[in-house]
């Protein structure tokens, strides 16, 4: 019968035999260890049947994909991350008694995930968002997980408005978007009745919202931490995080369409960075400060909204972290990497901070509704490198297999000559001592009650272009607001914080300004911190940026590999751009490009090259991807190198010379910075 006619599963259409195991491949099994025989067919009644349910193969495969998602993380759901280590260079262990402090070389291995806050899993990597920069350092006295932000601030002081402020900021829950947007009424509404969150907000609308890389992002614990001593004695700590590459943003324009050209321009970076061995690096720094300098500052440390300035308390470097590896599997380190804010190792303690001290529970809580087992800690990524054993058993997912009977403490097994299992020790973790003492309430204490000054001191410490940049995205931000009466509200709040910045913001919306709103407190001008402008700090490296050379017909090949080995002296990178992937003829020879016109525009690139002769420049002039590559690279304050015939291209981009714009042999130096000075003649700054 026609019917039983069947395809030899066996071969291909080819005739060749199908993947079966050799003596060099390992033998695809079951998850019971059942070697497979066939992979390609459910097992039928006949050869149009119905399939079997006793289809053991095909049953455990569907069975396991069908649950292979978890629960993604109620925020900082996207993600990316990498293995790597921390080196100590300058231990002190006279402020603290952590291992991992205690020698000057001492590695320890390290995780590092970064994330956007507000996105699913599968959003974007560049839209306007804090970025999260959590690290699991495996010290040999435990994990110790530093889980900050790319922000050294935060939007709220006291843990129990976190899910209202997530809530607010996430996709409204009726039309479910805007996605990894805070442009919305929900956010603003929320942001503009709490205005503890305007300092963070401040930092979010800057140029720290949209990092160009992030290998080239700052990172902070944010919170107030403590360091103990062997001798017990504490001292105030604020961590941080310097990226050796300086911290580099987008233009807001070029962020949104890097959305479009990338949706994993972030991910992608961090990995091929690592894959080409140009491993991302950052100095570790602490801000160390005792009690008298607490009491002295106009604001309190427990308060997460509140930064303490480097000109006030310098940093000190005291290592720094080295991203060499990226991980095997996504799924199973990235996705399943458990942070917890209540890792601490002996030598870091906790301060009274009341958003820490909610993130003490919060962690732990959520690991388990996401991984599904109190037993997450014995996932390999989450499990410290140095032994671990306690009385805790059993428990879903259970892994280890203890033996003997010794599940409780204390117990004298030993005098039996049983194993008794492991016991406290006196070198353990001890919670640093503090005298606690006080009416059971629920208030914020006055000293947290300064909403306006630190942003303003932000606002102050800026360039007129990063000033620029933040009354723009507040501009845009809040013309996505439909309430108006949501609009009113903030304009109150900005005028407080800069008369400057509300005039500039209604301006931008076209409104009048409201009635200020009446802080609780009256701002004070603290001293602006120039440390906290990106422009300021710009590191004059083309290390780790990437040039994009775009060729055509006819463009010197000659000149392409100077420029190519030129940029490549200065630890930077080429990625060669033409109508046609697939081979072109150049003067000299022929050339591959790397990327397709179309496909790689020039927001993906830090500065671009046109190596081009007239005919083609003529040609691409009508090109509207080619137009839109040097145009963009224009407004997007780029360095362009150009080859004497890209002229025609050039001037239908509209591109007037600057400093930035070069000849090719130029080009290598002028990739290294942005052209702040050629804003002003692209927008309107003021
Ligand atoms: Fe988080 N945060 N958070 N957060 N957070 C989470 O934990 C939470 C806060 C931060 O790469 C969740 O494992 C509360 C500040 C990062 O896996 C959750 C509060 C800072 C990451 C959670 C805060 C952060 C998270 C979601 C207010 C900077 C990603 C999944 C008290 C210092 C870590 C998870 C990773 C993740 C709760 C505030 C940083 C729900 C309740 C402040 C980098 O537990």
């Not at 039928?44 to 396991?64: C, M, N, Q, S």
């Not at 009416?439 to 932000?458: H, I, N, T, V, W």
Request: negative net charge; glycine residues 8%.
């Amino acid at each position: 019968m026609a019917d039983d006619k069947s395809f030899d599963t066996e071969k291909g259409s080819g005739g060749e035999r199908h993947q079966i195991a050799t003596g060099d491949t390992p033998a695809m099994t079951t998850n019971f260890g059942v070697p497979i025989s066939d992979n390609q067919n459910s097992l039928k009644a006949g050869a149009r049947g119905p399939t079997l349910l006793e289809d053991f193969v095909l049953r455990e495969k569907i069975f396991h994909f069908d649950h292979e998602r978890i629960p993604e993380r109620i925020v900082h759901a996207r993600g990316s991350a990498a293995h790597g280590y921390f080196e100590c260079t300058d231990p002190i262990p006279e402020i603290s008694r952590a291992s991992l402090f205690s020698k000057k070389g001492k590695k320890t291995p390290v995780f590092a995930r970064f994330s956007t806050v507000a996105g699913g899993a599968g959003s974007v990597d560049t839209p306007r968002d804090v970025r999260g920069f959590a690290v699991k350092f495996y010290t040999d006295e435990g994990n110790w997980d530093l889980v900050g932000n790319n922000i050294p601030v935060f939007f709220i002081q006291d843990a129990i408005k976190f899910p209202d402020l997530i809530h607010s900021v996430k996709m409204e829950a009726d039309r479910a978007y805007p996605q990894a947007a805070s442009a919305h009424d929900t956010f603003w509404d929320f942001v503009s009745l709490m205005p503890e969150t305007l300092h963070t907000l401040i930092w979010a609308m800057s140029d720290r919202g949209i990092p160009r890389s992030l290998r080239m992002m700052e990172g902070f614990g944010v919170h107030t931490f403590k360091l103990v001593n062997e001798k017990g004695e504490e001292t105030f700590c604020k961590f941080h995080w310097r990226p050796k590459l300086g911290t580099q943003s987008f233009v807001w324009d070029e962020s949104a369409k890097a959305q479009g050209a990338d949706n994993d321009f972030h991910r992608r970076d961090l990995w091929e960075a690592i894959e080409r061995g140009d491993h991302p690096e950052w100095d570790f720094a602490v801000q160390i400060f005792d009690k008298e300098l607490a009491e002295s500052l106009p604001y309190d440390v427990l308060d997460a909204t509140k930064i303490i300035p480097e000109e006030i308390v310098p940093l000190r470097v005291i290592g720094r972290m080295v991203l060499d590896r990226n991980p095997d599997n996504f799924f199973a380190e990235t996705e399943q990497a458990a942070f917890l804010p209540s890792n601490v190792v002996p030598g870091i303690d906790f301060t009274d901070d009341p958003l820490l001290q909610g993130r003490l529970f919060s962690y732990l809580d959520t690991q388990k509704s996401r991984l599904g087992t109190t037993n997450f800690h014995q996932i390999p990524i989450n499990a410290p490198k140095c032994p671990f054993a306690n009385m805790q058993r059993d428990g879903l997912m259970q892994t280890h297999v203890p033996k003997g009977r010794a599940n409780y403490e204390p117990n004298s097994l030993n005098e039996a000559g049983e194993d008794p299992g492991p016991r406290p020790v006196s070198t353990g973790f001890r919670s640093a001592e503090q005298h606690v003492e006080g009416d059971k309430l629920r208030m914020r204490l006055e000293a947290f009650g300064d909403f306006y000054s630190q942003p303003r001191m932000y606002w102050n410490s800026m360039t007129d272009n990063e000033r620029a940049h933040i009354a723009s995205a507040m501009v845009f931000e809040l013309s996505k607001v439909g309430l108006v009466h949501i609009r009113e509200r903030m304009l109150g709040h900005l005028q407080v914080l800069h008369p400057d910045l509300g005039r500039r913001v209604a301006d931008g919306l076209g409104m009048e300004l409201p009635a200020p709103a009446e802080p609780f407190k009256q701002p004070i001008d603290l001293e602006p911190s120039d440390a906290l402008s990106i422009q300021k700090n710009w590191q004059k490296t083309l290390q780790g940026r990437q040039v994009a050379i775009l060729f055509d017909e006819g463009s010197s090949k000659a000149e392409i590999d100077t420029l190519k080995k030129a940029v490549e002296a200065e630890k930077g990178t080429v990625f060669t751009v033409a109508p046609k992937v697939g081979g072109i003829s150049l003067d000299g020879g022929t050339m591959e490009a790397d990327g397709q016109l179309a496909g790689s525009p020039s927001v993906l690139f830090d500065a671009v090259a046109l190596v081009l002769t007239q005919d083609a420049a003529k040609k691409l002039a009508r090109d509207s991807a080619a137009v839109g590559f040097v145009s963009d690279a224009f407004a997007h304050l780029k360095a362009i190198g150009a080859s004497g015939g890209a002229k025609p291209l050039l001037d239908r981009a509209g591109v007037e010379a600057d400093e930035g714009i070069t000849d090719l042999a130029g080009l290598p130096d002028a990739a290294k910075l942005r052209y702040w000075d050629r804003e002003p003649k692209l927008r309107d700054l003021a």
